[in-house]
């Protein structure tokens, strides 16, 4: 479907128009920005002295796929971070000859600047002694996080066995390119509305707020069932144990077709000029795909500014920026 075939609301003008699986970070009062393209076949950075300057800021290809062997096909949902002052780039890919052999993998920045310095490969994501498991199967949406001094790696892994699965996993991290700690199985798609098409549970985010940390996360395939579920714990509580999470029984971001909005999920969150958290998403001005969805080009980049109520997120379109009528964008300049 082309793009400009769909109804438009006040609430689907994208931020980025056919850019999924957004991650946008700021460091030292630069944005970035990077997602899958349609095409999966190179991984692009935008750099900007605003978030608004991400809308039309240049887009440069750091990094392109390899034409035969690991890295050559299915480039998705690379992530930018800043750790230990240098840069990295977490990324899944497979392998021309075995598409789906789609594992992570991490770029490091040879400079400090993500956007024009060089990148050098790094290799799989190093797993800890004594784990037989993690990057074993179809495993991708690699995220990081640090939280109270321990730094965090969470990621969506198929189980080697039986149905394929998708599961959400966790492990605390030796540094940028290994883990410290075997995996520990964070969620697993136990619901009717992470089943839809395939069981899935991916695209974690993490979200620190209050005296809870979050972590969001995307389920069933990726046409219009699907949505995004909500994980929680305490701030002090032990992240490594599985009895301090919490998880919601229902989706939390949905569908909403009175809104022209299909199909919400892998996002990633970022704090604004005042500190308010926001969400930056994907999802489809449109429900009716041809084709395998996950080749429709035009899941879009939307922003939407997250409240919280009873110390909970609340994930309200009518906060969508960049909607007709709706909340000013003032804090994006």
């Not at 393209?37 to 990094?63: F, H, K, N, Q």
């Not at 993500?114 to 690699?142: I, K, N, Q, V, Y």
Request: glycine share 8%; net charge negative.
């Amino acid at each position: 479907m082309n793009q400009s075939d769909y109804r438009k609301t006040a609430w689907n003008t994208p931020f980025i128009g056919q850019r999924a699986d957004p991650f946008v970070t700021c460091v030292e009062g630069t944005w970035y920005f990077t997602a899958s393209v349609p095409a999966y076949d190179r991984i692009v950075l935008r750099r900007a002295d605003s978030l608004r300057g991400l809308r039309t800021a240049e887009e440069t290809t750091v990094w392109r796929a390899h034409e035969t062997g690991v890295m050559s096909r299915h480039i998705w949902a690379p992530e930018l971070h800043r750790i230990d002052g240098k840069w990295y780039l977490y990324f899944a890919a497979g392998e021309k000859d075995d598409p789906w052999k789609i594992r992570p993998w991490v770029l490091e920045c040879l400079g400090g600047d993500p956007a024009a310095d060089p990148w050098t490969e790094r290799g799989m994501m190093t797993r800890a002694d004594g784990d037989e498991f993690s990057f074993t199967d179809f495993s991708l949406d690699m995220t990081t996080f640090s939280h109270r001094g321990r730094r965090y790696c969470v990621w969506a892994e198929k189980v080697g066995v039986g149905k394929k699965i998708s599961n959400l996993y966790i492990a605390e991290m030796e540094n940028a390119l290994a883990l410290r700690t075997p995996q520990m199985l964070l969620s697993s798609p136990a619901y009717a509305w992470e089943r839809h098409g395939f069981w899935v549970n991916e695209g974690p985010a993490f979200l620190a707020e209050g005296d809870r940390v979050f972590l969001t996360y995307s389920a069933s395939d990726t046409g219009p069932a699907y949505c995004m579920g909500l994980l929680w714990a305490d701030a002090d509580a032990d992240l490594m144990d599985i009895s301090a999470w919490h998880k919601s029984s229902r989706p939390v971001f949905v569908t909403q077709p009175e809104r022209g909005l299909f199909g919400p999920g892998h996002n990633s969150f970022v704090r604004d000029r005042d500190g308010s958290a926001l969400l930056v998403y994907h999802a489809r001005p449109y429900d009716e795909i041809i084709g395998d969805p996950l080749y429709d080009p035009n899941r879009h980049t939307y922003l939407l500014k997250v409240l919280f109520a009873d110390g909970m997120p609340v994930f309200d379109t009518d906060n969508q920026l960049f909607q007709d009528g709706g909340p000013a964008a003032e804090t994006l300049a």
